[in-house]
């Protein structure tokens, strides 16, 4: 079985410049070979992993072939898994540049990466993306997921949510609270 997200972007370029840099026999045993996982269908761990997530960076592509890079951000959920193949999120209004949007109109292929830079994993994702308007309620993304790969953690930086660091914060204020309230009351005892 192959690996659909090498058989969407190993092209024979890709494959060419593997061949040239030594790694082209390393990813045809790990991607090609009849042992690989489909990586089509999204499965638990994607699932937990891209509800969790606060952001994902999105690219399209214009009719005139200029890749475009988007951020989208919420709270966690705001990007949902509908099914195994179907991921979905509303299109909150932003700078109203609609790039993403007017791209959208000519190419409906996209590439999400999500990010857990505290837990350095990151999950890339190839799909279709549907728009549906909706008069007075705004805009529904729909992507149809075609390939996914979970990507090294090599080069991710460590990062922490600013609400965890305060959390951390605030335990660690609260022992220190205890702590010096047992050694007032050993220093009392004595």
Request: aromatic share 8%.
């Amino acid at each position: 079985m192959s690996h659909a997200f090498a058989d969407i972007t190993f092209t024979p370029a890709v494959r060419a410049a593997q061949s040239r840099d030594g790694s082209r026999a390393q990813y045809a045993r790990a991607f090609e070979s009849g042992g690989a996982v489909q990586h089509a269908q999204l499965g638990p761990d994607e699932a937990v992993f891209i509800q969790a997530q606060r952001s994902f960076y999105m690219a399209t592509v214009s009719e005139t072939g200029w890749p475009y890079v988007q951020h989208r951000g919420g709270a966690p959920g705001f990007l949902r898994v509908v099914d195994a193949h179907t991921l979905s999120f509303a299109d909150l209004p932003g700078n109203r540049q609609f790039i993403s949007v007017g791209n959208l109109e000519h190419e409906d292929r996209v590439a999400l990466i999500l990010v857990d830079y505290a837990r350095r994993r990151r999950l890339k994702l190839l799909g279709r993306l549907a728009v549906l308007e909706t008069p007075g309620a705004g805009r529904e993304m729909t992507i149809r997921v075609e390939a996914f790969d979970w990507n090294c953690p090599q080069h991710i930086p460590v990062r922490f949510e600013a609400e965890d660091v305060q959390r951390a914060l605030h335990e660690r204020d609260q022992r220190i609270v205890q702590l010096e309230a047992l050694l007032a009351e050993r220093d009392a005892a004595t």
